[in-house]
């Protein structure tokens, strides 16, 4: 009898995933699978205004080969305390050199060393997935 029953339920259930719809199982024609194409960002778009509040600055410039890795950070080169004087780059803030506990390090806290993880390079493109994103002073009509 509970054999006769697990063959049964067993039946009953092959038969209802055999009704299921097929699920596409690729994506390649998906609007998301879509390459955008190749732009040259900006040379210099000077200070770029942020779209919303404690918004990281946006990078006005080109990134193509600078290199931030564990052992080398290139955008402290122009944007460090010591240099920034004198190649007129926005210096790196003070909570930069801060760790977690608020206390001053000597140099970039490592939570902070990879700028790349925030500040984004811009360019002028048309986005792949189309938005409603409105900024902060479009939403106050600034």
């Known amino acids: 009898m509970k054999k006769t029953f697990i063959f049964m339920l067993a039946l009953c259930s092959g038969l209802a995933f055999a009704d299921a719809p097929q699920v596409a199982n690729s994506i390649d024609k ?11 960002p900006y040379k210099d778009a000077g200070n770029i205004p942020v779209t919303f509040p404690n918004q990281p600055p946006l990078v ?11 052992n080398a950070n290139q ?3 122009c944007h460090s ?14 909570s930069h050199f801060l760790t977690r506990d608020g ?4 140099g970039t806290s490592p939570r902070r060393y990879f700028c790349l993880q925030c500040h984004v390079q811009q360019t002028d493109v048309n ?5 409603k994103f ?3 002073r479009q939403m106050q009509g600034k």
């Open 127 to 131: 986005p792949i997935i189309q938005n």
């Open 103 to 106: 206390q001053k390090t000597e």
């Open 60 to 70: 006005p410039h080109s990134i193509r080969g600078l290199q931030v890795t564990k």
């Open 81 to 94: 305390p010591d240099v920034a004087p004198t190649t007129g780059a926005p210096r790196v803030p003070e």
């Open 30 to 40: 998906t609007a998301e699978s879509i390459a955008p194409a190749f732009t040259n």
């Open 134 to 136: 409105e900024t902060i």
């Open 75 to 77: 955008c402290l080169g």
